[in-house]
């Protein structure tokens, strides 16, 4: 009998570990496939060109601003010198950030619940559209949501097991996690509420190693917490121009991108078929596991289901701190926005995703004996897996290259390129990256948008050319003051000969008279 059992056990953690690597075989494979395919957009464009004018590390504290914390920029300076500027290449450390959060988002659900809640969190960052997005997008957000799940590893190891040692480990990941990224900020505030929640439950040993924990991350993170001139507003809170007030459906909407696809495909219908077809294989599957067991069986079940206490009473705490990490970054940027200014954005709170991944994980798991967790995952990769496939066959970012392209099929020597706006210079720095012919270019500055003072940075740029190609990127209210001056009406001296559209990037041909 011991040896059955022994054999039921190691088959069992075969089975496992078998399970574990098919997830992140597969959460590589999501992340690596078509990495270099396309072209960078504008943010990734700044990482690229900051790392290339830095010549040391010390340039690169040039940047002064919260939201692009150095750890990223660290890593991508050697990175870049190591392995050159191509797209796959710059993009790779985001995308081994994002396979290894898979295994640490296994690793902190195994502690704080069971093995099998932490397979089934693995599985959903593993297949997250949103994770996979960012897991390739040359910028930090997929080293933010790594950082953030090792933190709240050794802050849960630290308050289960106050040593000093666990501390100091705590103390020193919240201080790398804030340099990731400043609304990291937020993720710290969820730890300090939960303590503060749970404060009773605590010896005196714990709280002073927390209390000094606090500290130290404090002081730490002052320097840059708030900006050295008295009374200045502190980058976290500052308003971010191109972003609109939110609504709640836009708290929903980020909900909805953490676990399903984008509409990139941009039709209503297909993304109905989609659901439709997910839901009438649930339904489907649903009722030939209800019609294998008698109907006082399957109540019976539902009714255990619907039983929270044995939930609450095992793993209460647990819950309460995942709570916390999945609403404080997405409630305290939503009422700032709404208060003061606009600063919320879906991907500035990707450190949220790995807790929405164990919470809805926790929530299938409980609901194995009405739902099997077969069912319930393959239902969901139903739904998501047309989205991947128009993720990895359209076009998702800036259309740089082939516009780039475009220009050079049909430029003559004599040809002037005017980018506009040209913010610090990189949107002539990613025309040149893709641009390999020699033009004159010239851009209009991001702070000129009225007409006499564009006019006149036209005039001084078109000396001696004869047509003049006008590369116009960036949000539709930022484009439409270009637009305006260009077309609405076209000045005079100029003919319009040829437009066209690239992913948020508009592109128009005239000539000189």
Known sequence: MAQSTTEQSNNSGRQHFLLLAGILVLGTLLRL???????????????????????????????????????????????????GASEFAVRLPSAIAGIAAIALLYWLGKTMFNQ????????????????????????????????????????????????????????????ILFQTHAFSLFILLSQGLYFLFTWGKYTRNTRLL????????????????????????????????????PSASDILRTVYTFAFPARYERSWIEVGIRYAIGLGFFGIALGIVFAKQSREDFMHKVKEAFNLQPLFSEWGRNLLL????????????????????????GRYIINALPALSLGLAVVIYHLRRVIPVWLALTTLVVMIVPGFYFYYTLDIKEQWRQMAAYVA?????????????DEDGFQTDAFKLYFEDSLESCGIPVEVATPDKIDSIVDDCAQ??????????????????????????????????????????????????
Request: hydrophobic fraction near 50%; charge should be negative.
């Open 33 to 83: 496939y078509q990495l270099g395919a396309e072209s960078y957009w504008f943010d990734e464009i700044i990482t690229v060109m900051v790392e290339t004018r830095a010549e040391s590390l010390s340039d690169l504290h040039r940047l002064g601003e919260l939201h692009r914390q150095p750890v990223y920029f660290y890593t991508i300076f050697y990175w870049m010198r190591w392995f």
């Open 116 to 175: 099998h809640v932490a397979l089934i969190a693995a599985f959903l960052i593993a297949v997250s559209p949103f994770h996979v997005h960012y897991s390739q997008e040359a910028r930090t957000y997929s080293f933010v949501a790594l950082v953030t799940i090792a933190c709240f590893f050794f802050f849960y190891r630290a308050v289960k097991n106050a040593t000093w040692i666990n501390f100091l480990l705590y103390t020193v990941s919240a201080y």
């Open 210 to 245: 927390f209390s000094g924990s606090v500290l130290v991350i404090f002081l730490g993170i002052l320097p840059e917490l708030w900006p050295n001139l008295p009374g200045q507003t502190p980058d976290w809170a500052s308003p971010i121009f191109y972003l609109p007030e």
């Open 322 to 345: 995942i709570s916390l990490w999945f609403l404080v970054p997405v409630v305290i940027p939503f009422v700032i926005s709404k208060v003061y200014s606009p600063i919320y954005e």
């Open 409 to 421: 099929a049909s430029d003559q020597k004599t040809d002037l390129v005017i980018l506009a706006p």
């Open 464 to 513: 001696d050319n004869g047509r003049i190609w006008l590369v116009v990127r960036g949000l539709e209210q930022v484009k439409a003051v270009y637009q305006d001056f260009f077309l609405e009406p076209v000045p005079v001296g100029l003919t319009l000969v040829d437009k066209q559209h690239f992913n948020s990037i508009d592109l128009y041909l005239f000539e000189i008279e």
